[in-house]
């Protein structure tokens, strides 16, 4: 707020005060007035005049700069009113009046939002969790089915059953995680986790997965002890994490080869790195750099799989939350490698 602009605001104002000096000057001179004394009374009128306006100015241009700064400064600029003193002018008292209407009524809107949002989540994790329930009996009834089949065509048809019924549980998972990582730090559990125990868990979990698409699971550690290393994390978002990874190997392993997903763990500038390494078809250059955005399918996923585009979102949306380094590199045709690290100082200890 500037004097000029401020002016420009009292224009009316402006004109009709000088609209009544020029009618009190002509009327002072038309009944034969002292001219000095028409002087002193037209500058004492200027001067009222302008004192006036620059103490209104003053104190409005303090108010309002106030606003200004404090809006530029907060995070959240929504909470300036908090910060702001009592104006001593009409204005200003019915501008701050209004903003704490509005301020009120937007909090109870907002309220009303994350209830809704808080209710719809519970129902959610609450109806997948129903869901996990048969799925997992059908899942284990193909399972049977396919072990005491002996018609080989009839063993096709299951394994295409078993496979479907997997991607269902799959996909069901992965939006329970989903809803779960909006509120991740209410559900995890920070501890020193041995990489020996991740590696192997993660193993265990996906082992039929990896067996029924014909892919080896391979781990290589150098010179490495896994057993005596341990990082920072919860274990059970750090396994679903490298579930998520797992699957998208799968998801776009090559037609025909050997096929196989290599976990690489090694350390290097004071941290502690797990690898996933794959022999599948790779991804676009110009798709790297957006394959962690919210719905981003890429051209793989256009071309191989309908794919939701979250599973490789909702992975790093975790590792951020868990406080863990992510990153992707990738060569078309050939290959991918995503990284995860754990710094040394906050996220790992040897033994």
Known sequence: MNF???????IVELIT?????????????????????ILLLAGLFVMSLLGIFIYDYNRKKKFFNDIKEKVSRLDKAYLVLETLDTPDFLEGRLIVDT???????????VALYQKQ?????EYIEMWLHEV?????????????????????????????LLAQTRRIESLVNQVLYYVRSENVEKDYHISKVSVADIVHDTAMTYRENLQDNDMDYLVETGALNIE??????????????MGQLISNSIKY??????AYVRIVVSEAEGKVNISLEDN????PEEDLKRVFDKSFTGQNGLDRTKSTGMGLYIVKELCRKLGHEISIESEQGKWTRVDLSFSDNEFYDVV
């Open 4 to 10: 000029k602009s401020y002016l420009k605001d009292k």
């Open 17 to 37: 005060a000088s609209a009544v000096l020029v009618i009190t000057i002509w009327l002072l001179v038309a009944f034969k007035v002292n001219p000095v004394l």
């Open 99 to 109: 903003l704490y209407e509005i301020d009120k009524s937007m909090a109870e809107n």
């Open 117 to 121: 949002s808080r209710d719809f989540s």
């Open 132 to 160: 996990k329930l048969p799925l997992s009996a059908i899942s284990l009834k193909i399972h049977n089915l396919l072990l005491s089949e002996e018609d080989q065509n009839k063993n096709a048809e299951f394994r295409k």
């Open 228 to 241: 005596k290393i341990k990082v920072n994390t919860d274990q059970k978002w750090l396994i679903f994490i």
């Open 253 to 258: 392993k090559k037609d025909e080869g050997e």
């Open 280 to 283: 599948g078809i790779g991804i």
